[in-house]
């Protein structure tokens, strides 16, 4: 009974009925299920995984990476589908995290009638129920992790990691491991199945949501163990030793790893061979397949780009994505673009005029239109142009002479949302 139970749970709605039978009281203070089975993480690993992630063991992550757990707005109101964080490091990973929770809402979920069209208006998907909210999350989350081990790909074997806290402390504190709360306390859970994956975050989503808690830090783990250390390191390039920059919304290495399954810094398409007269060509791995979320980037001020690292610019792969929903990088502020018309990019009418969504994680929410169509006033409007916000500039990469309207107050370019 059990093992049916266990197997079907993301099936029909009988089925569904008997899993909240079985964990009715889960959301309950004291009833959680408490973290069973798994490998307690060893000294080695525990380093290696720092070290990768932030750059060192010695020193603690900054603690914006310890206390920002995977929080949604409050339930069937206008902005229920974002989640909510302060303005710090992890935004990066939380933006890629973002656009996938809003992919799952606004098509993956939503019933299509011949035509193609949902049956309800799109806008309705945007305000769920504390129940679809917590289904958006662990379904989101376990599918960036399904693709940073090389899931979606038919020529690959799959396998995920994912690392969930326990009260037990397993690596003590000494010169070249400082203990920071968390990693040091870790159960790792392998999985070859991405349903497996799925019901095992839904059972253990309360750990990435609690309060003061680190499902941020949670998620960036289990991306890094199922792409592998060494993979995130080859990924890298050189350009950054470790994958969190010191930037202040996070490095756009994070937001790749969750879009693509792999922390590159190149955002061209393919595979690119750079060299000169003195040094072999070597390749640049670059974004590999068509993304099903998209990447726009606009740098700004040459302060806005980390040191080190040159300017990168999305190709097509990444500006046409699958799905009308773009993480963007706005002089260095991070936050998601996106439409709710699921055949805006396949359609050329469709894509003349439009309204488009944009969303941050500090609750920043402004409607915009864009008009693709000639206009005589905007045949000198350019990427440069002295007048443009900067989300207006960054959405000029995308429609080069778009008429932008803004529908609400325009936001400042250094909003702290």
Not at 82 to 89: D, E, K, M, T, V
Not at 369 to 381: G, I, K, Y
């Amino acid at each position: 009974m059990n093992t049916i139970i266990r197997k079907q749970a993301l099936g029909t709605s009988q089925e569904e009925f008997y899993e909240r039978v079985l964990y009715a009281r889960n959301r309950q203070v004291g009833a959680r299920p408490s973290v069973v089975g798994g490998k307690p993480i060893t000294e080695d690993l525990a380093i290696e995984l720092r070290i990768t992630a932030f750059g060192t063991a010695s020193c603690p992550p900054r603690g914006e990476w310890i206390h920002t757990p995977l929080v949604m707005r409050p339930p069937d109101h206008p902005l229920a589908y974002g989640l909510a964080a302060p303005r710090n490091g992890t935004r990066s990973l939380l933006s890629g995290l973002q656009a996938h929770i809003i992919k799952w809402l606004l098509f993956d979920s939503r019933p299509l009638t011949k035509d193609n069209k949902s049956v309800e208006p799109p806008d309705s998907y945007l305000r769920p129920s504390e129940e679809r909210q917590e289904e958006a999350l662990w379904r989101a989350c376990s599918e960036v992790i399904w693709r940073c081990g090389g899931g979606f790909n038919a020529q690959t074997d799959t396998k995920v990691t994912v690392t969930l806290p326990t009260n037990q402390v397993y690596i003590q504190h000494s010169s070249q491991y400082y203990q920071d709360g968390i990693t040091e306390m870790l159960h790792l859970f392998e999985f070859k199945s991405l349903e497996d994956l799925q019901i095992f975050l839904k059972r253990y989503l309360y750990l990435f949501q609690s309060e003061d808690g680190s499902g941020s830090l949670l998620l960036l783990y289990a991306c890094i163990l199922s792409r592998g250390c060494e993979n995130v390191k080859k990924d890298l390039d050189g350009k950054l030793t470790y994958l969190v920059s010191t930037q202040v919304e996070g490095s756009l290495n994070v937001t790749t790893l969750l879009l693509t399954g792999r922390a590159t810094p190149y955002l061209h398409n393919g595979v690119q061979y750079v060299g000169d007269e003195d040094h072999y060509a070597m390749p640049q791995f670059g974004v590999l397949s068509r993304s099903s979320v998209g990447l726009l980037v606009w740098y700004g001020n040459e302060e806005n780009v980390g040191c080190n690292v040159s300017k990168q610019y999305p190709g097509s792969r990444l500006k046409t994505p699958a799905m009308p929903i773009w993480v963007t990088s706005c002089s260095g502020h991070y936050g998601v673009l996106f439409n709710t018309n699921r055949e805006l990019l396949r359609n050329y009418h469709a894509e003349r005029r439009f309204d488009i969504h944009y969303y941050t994680c500090g609750g920043c929410h402004v409607l915009l239109n864009v008009d693709t169509r000639a206009h005589e006033d905007m045949v000198q409007l350019r990427n440069d142009d002295i007048s443009a916000t900067p989300l207006e500039k960054l959405i000029h990469t995308k429609w080069q002479d778009a008429k932008i309207t803004w529908s609400g107050p325009v936001p400042f370019a250094d909003s702290p949302n």
